[in-house]
């Protein structure tokens, strides 16, 4: 039996689909990771956003990150399904070293710390509602 690897699938959903599309095709990308050998850890559906770039003429995309562990001849056989899924965008799977782990901590760490911008504009927008009364 080879041995297992973390990975991790990111996806662009075409983002003009309905939610129901959007989800069946959130379920048909982690069932094809399932079924060709892999298991999958966590999923964090980031929603819809602007793309950088037009991709198939379309500007908006509904982002995931899938993280899974599979043998690496997975990786092949579940990019050649997701090659021809006409609602996907892009996808791409990268093998999540040890060094990548490390960075990700560190950067969630300082995150916490910092704050996202997100959460910078709200605390922001929540203060000018307050200082117009």
Do not use: W
């Not at 060709?36 to 956003?49: A, D, P």
């Not at 950088?52 to 562990?69: M, V």
Request: glycine share 6%; hydrophobic share 40%; aromatic share 6%.
């Amino acid at each position: 039996m080879e041995k297992t690897k973390l990975y991790e699938c990111t996806v662009i959903i075409d983002g003009g689909l309905q939610d129901e599309a959007i989800a069946a095709a959130m379920e048909m990308v982690q069932k094809v990771i399932t079924e060709k050998g892999g298991s999958i850890s966590s999923v964090l559906e980031v929603g819809r956003r602007k793309t950088a770039y037009p991709i198939n003429k379309k500007t908006i995309g509904y982002y995931a990150h899938i993280e899974f562990t599979a043998a690496a001849p997975v990786i092949g056989a579940i990019e050649k399904v997701l090659r021809y899924e006409e609602d996907l965008l892009r996808y791409l799977i990268i093998h999540l070293t040890s060094a990548l782990l490390e960075m990700r901590k560190r950067v969630e760490k300082y995150s916490v710390v910092i704050g996202s911008p997100e959460d910078t504009a709200a605390a922001e927008s929540d203060d000018s509602g307050k200082d117009a009364k």
